[in-house]
């Protein structure tokens, strides 16, 4: 199969457990004091998406994958880190 | 005569008072090292100066992490050799693996520039040696991202090991919320690794360690590279 470019979105959030201001801030400050009361939570995160050459969507999943572990894209002891495919 | 290494990183901005202090107060024998030339173990001991290595892209710290200096401080922390982390210095070492954790923006969201009370918890470090435990000490913290955290077991585990060198403390040498510059779990504001050797703060002690630089006439800040000294010439050589 040849080779394509997908893109690939890499989400770091911190741990639940760990405190998010930046999330609580959106959230007291401008959600609920705008009047959106039904929101009831909000967490910021970083978010990268990478272009990867790659013969199959899976294949460049499991290589974003393997890079944000080897290179500590997030720090396990704070973050948890999601990958998805979005084209 | 002991040699340090001040390493520098590009984005480094604390790099030279940390040598200042070394060379002059200390009288030893420090350079100024750049990260990609410390190509062997050739130091005494490493200071990992504060600044905002790599713009704090990513993570702060994160990518300094992965420079070859790190591998050369491995060594040197294998042979016990004092490695110390100053405020990006420690964000530099925790991202590295070479102490626990993480280092997270601070809760109020808010770059924070002011002097502290610090309660030195510890004095197993080459960095303590001259201290008294409940000691405290008068250091001035500069930072957006300082919040230490680790998980509730782990810090448990830290507190069993003495890993946790120095808290954040109010006038009654108490870790209060109100002590608490940054929202660091349990008011840590400097760790060291199992065998002591590694340890890194938020807080500058660079720049408390002259007189003339602290609004209390205090030089408190010196008692950790005395510490490292004393260790390097136990016998005052």
């Not at chain 1, 899976?58 to 994958?65: E, P, S, Y």
């Not at chain 2, 069993?160 to 840590?188: C, F, H, K, W």
Request: net charge neutral; with cysteine.
């Amino acid at each position: 199969m040849s080779n394509r470019t997908y893109v690939i979105e890499v989400i770091v959030e911190n741990k639940p457990l760990a405190r998010d201001p930046e999330g609580e801030t959106i959230h007291h400050n401008l959600i609920i004091k705008g009047g959106y009361n039904q929101v009831t939570n909000v967490r910021a995160g970083k978010l990268l998406r990478m272009s990867v050459e790659a013969s199959s969507p899976d294949q460049a999943r499991d290589l974003v994958k393997r890079l944000c572990d080897d290179l500590r894209i997030y720090n396990p002891a704070a973050h948890t880190c999601q990958v998805r495919n979005v084209g | 005569m002991s040699r340090v290494a001040v390493i520098q990183y590009p984005g480094s901005n604390c790099d030279l008072d940390a040598l200042e202090v070394l060379q002059k107060v200390e009288k030893t024998k420090a350079e100024l090292v750049w990260h990609k030339d410390l190509k062997a173990d050739d130091y005494d001991a490493y200071v990992l100066p504060g600044g905002f290595s790599y713009g704090d892209y990513l993570r702060a710290g994160a990518i300094a992490a992965t420079s070859p200096s790190l591998k050369i401080i491995r060594e040197a922390v294998e042979q016990n050799k004092p490695v110390l982390g100053i405020c990006n210095g420690l964000q530099i070492l925790v991202e590295a693996g070479l102490l626990p954790g993480a280092v997270l923006r601070n809760s109020g969201l808010r770059f924070v520039c002011t002097w502290t009370r610090l309660r030195v918890e510890t004095t197993r470090t080459p960095f303590t040696t001259l201290a008294q435990k409940g000691q405290t000490l008068r250091i001035p913290i500069a930072h957006n991202e300082g919040r230490y955290y680790l998980d509730s077991n782990e810090i448990r585990e830290l507190e069993r090991n003495a890993q946790i060198v120095m808290r954040y403390v109010n006038e009654a040498n108490e870790p209060t919320e109100d002590a608490n510059p940054n929202g660091s779990i349990d008011n840590i504001a400097g760790i060291c690794n199992e065998k002591g050797n590694v340890m890194g703060l938020m807080p500058h002690p660079e720049r408390a360690s002259l007189r003339v630089l602290s609004p209390d006439g205090r030089d408190d800040g010196r008692m950790i590279f005395d510490s490292v000294m004393r260790t390097l010439n136990p016998a005052g050589a």
